[in-house]
């Protein structure tokens, strides 16, 4: 089993910047990809950005050069500089972990971004 821990959210204004920590305890496997999820009130969610062991990267076109997705030093963490952020940049955000076939997600953390 994995556990997954996020923080960072909260109520900014447009324009302005977060960044949304994750650790991942348990099971954790050194060839994993972990990414950021959102998920806004009546839509589903959807992929923000994703990062592999190999700190290859891939982002959601609507946040592409305002978001950066990073991995700390140890397996387990994962960071989400939010840049530039626009009112509908607001959901709430879930960290996950993809590993040998199984999906793990946190908790979320919500993220307001008012205009």
């Known amino acids: 089993q994995v556990q997954l821990v996020e923080s960072g959210g909260g109520l900014v204004q447009a324009g302005g910047s977060l960044r949304l920590s994750c650790a991942a305890s348990?099971?954790?496997?050194?060839?994993?990809?972990m990414g950021w999820y959102r998920q806004a009130p009546g839509k589903q969610r959807e992929l923000v950005a994703a990062?592999?062991?190999?700190?290859?990267?891939a982002y959601a076109d609507s946040v592409k050069g305002r978001f950066t997705i990073s991995r700390g030093n140890a397996k387990n963490t994962v960071y989400l500089q939010m840049n530039s952020l626009k009112p509908e940049d607001t959901a709430v955000y879930y960290c996950?972990?993809?590993?040998?076939?199984?999906?793990?997600w946190g908790q979320g953390t919500q993220v307001t971004v008012s205009s």
């Open positions: 996950n972990t993809a590993q040998r076939g199984w999906d793990y």
């Open positions: 348990g099971r954790v496997f050194s060839d994993n990809t």
């Open positions: 990062i592999t062991s190999g700190r290859s990267t």
